[in-house]
């Protein structure tokens, strides 16, 4: 067997990788629900793994793909601070 090639990762070593636990609105599109089922709703917890592309006080821009080489970005989330339970480097 030879040796591995080496992981061409592009510029993805210029941001950090991470895993995001956060919190996402719930909702109904029903126009009329029973008032014990509205009470029974609770946010989704949602997990999501990508790159920091930028950081401010309220809020992370998150992408989850990362072109190696044209300097692409897909699968982009602004989220809040305020909704982000936990933030871990992977």
């Known amino acids: ?11 993805a070593s210029n941001y950090k990788h991470v895993v ?3 919190l996402d609105i719930a909702g109904k599109d029903e126009a009329w629900v029973e008032i014990s089922e509205a ?20 809020y992370i821009v998150l992408a989850s793909s ?3 080489q044209e300097g692409l970005a897909g699968n ?12 871990r480097k992977v």
């Open 1 to 11: 067997m030879g040796r591995p090639k080496p992981l061409n990762t592009g510029n």
């Open 20 to 22: 995001v636990v956060w």
């Open 39 to 58: 009470k029974s709703m609770k946010p989704g917890r949602m997990v999501t793994s990508g790159w920091i592309l930028k950081e401010e006080e309220n």
């Open 66 to 68: 990362l072109d190696t």
């Open 76 to 87: 982009i989330n602004a989220i809040p601070r305020c909704v982000i339970e936990t933030i």
